[in-house]
């Protein structure tokens, strides 16, 4: 899935974020999408996130995987934040605390393969094209409340094959049955009003 917002007449530099979302009540297990990322095409008022757990679409309560690219000069490269987003009843917006991050190579862009897992006990762990990159252990989120896949963009940016799994897997290899009722892979299918699925 693609943004396709588009940008205002006389504001080249703007950006449009798009939000996509779809309920899913997996929070222990494995979350696996691929992402296309433009450093060329965000700001710092609107950095995507992806919340592999969020108690509501619009108010990112939650834990969520953060793209920030990060620009100095010449240098380029993105930064990855695993974060915890918590909101206060009454209160705009969402305060983000920094589990853990990573940062790619300098010009490293293009299609990335995402695998975050999380176990029972609140240890999540970030795979970026397989390689392991990010750990931490949070529990301050209610694992309970959260019912919501959310996907925050930017134009330019896509996302495809998102599988969430109740059974932790990375490269094939079982890494740890998690007790969760059903035990079946679920699909999920983001849609979205200015989203088009992207061909190729």
């Not at 252990?137 to 309970?144: L, P, S």
């Not at 963009?153 to 094939?172: A, E």
Request: hydrophobic share 40%.
């Amino acid at each position: 899935m693609e943004v396709v917002g588009g940008t205002p007449v006389g504001c080249d530099l703007c950006v449009i974020p798009g939000i996509i979302y779809h309920e899913s009540t997996v929070t222990s297990g494995m979350w696996s999408f691929d992402i296309e990322y433009d450093l060329n095409s965000t700001e710092e008022a609107a950095v995507p996130k992806v919340f592999f757990m969020s108690s509501d679409p619009e108010n990112w309560n939650g834990y969520c995987l953060e793209i920030q690219p990060v620009i100095s000069g010449e240098s380029r490269f993105a930064a990855f934040r695993l974060l915890r987003g918590t909101t206060t009843q009454g209160v705009v917006g969402t305060d983000y605390t920094i589990l853990d991050s990573f940062d790619v190579d300098e010009g490293d862009t293009g299609s990335k393969q995402i695998d975050v897992t999380r176990t029972a006990a609140g240890q999540i762990t970030v795979y970026l094209d397989g390689v392991q990159v990010i750990q931490a252990t949070d529990t301050v989120i209610d694992a309970e409340s959260c019912e919501y896949f959310v996907v925050f963009s930017n134009n330019k940016w896509t996302i495809d094959n998102v599988v969430v799994d109740d059974v932790i897997t990375v490269g094939g290899i079982l890494l740890e049955l998690v007790a969760v009722g059903g035990g079946a892979a679920a699909i999920i299918i983001v849609l979205g009003v200015v989203l088009k699925l992207k061909r190729g």
